[in-house]
């Protein structure tokens, strides 16, 4: 029997939270060599590549809610569990 937990956890055992910073940190490494390829003057590349980071700044703090909810949420019910199975136990003695 599998849990929750196990089902969304890939084969080398990263989670979601590590699939979602792996993407995250290729997608603004892809970002920036792009930005320093392509043919801009200093100053606009620059601004490219601030822009660049903020926006990727911006997508790992929602990628951190993110994952930071879903592990609340599995918390929650692993706390639930354990207060049922706690609870199941009082009652059989």
Same mark, same amino acid.
């Given at each position: 029997m599998t849990t929750e937990y196990e /089902?969304? =956890? &890939? &084969?080398?055992? $990263?989670?979601?939270?590590? #699939?979602?910073i792996a993407f995250l940190a290729g997608a603004a490494a892809g970002a920036?060599? $792009?930005l320093l390829y392509a043919p801009a003057s200093g100053e606009e590349t620059r601004e490219?590549? =601030? &822009?660049?980071?903020? /926006?990727?700044a911006d997508s790992a703090r929602r990628g951190v809610? @993110? #994952?930071?909810? =879903?592990?609340?949420? &599995?918390? @929650?019910? $692993?706390?639930?569990?354990?207060?049922d199975a706690f609870e199941a $136990?009082?009652?059989r003695d």
């Open positions: /089902d969304r =956890t &890939s &084969s080398n055992g $990263a989670g979601v939270g590590g #699939v979602l920036a060599v $792009a490219r590549l =601030t &822009s660049a980071a903020r /926006d990727a809610r @993110q #994952v930071k909810g =879903t592990m609340n949420e &599995s918390w @929650q019910r $692993a706390v639930d569990a354990a207060k $136990a009082l009652q």
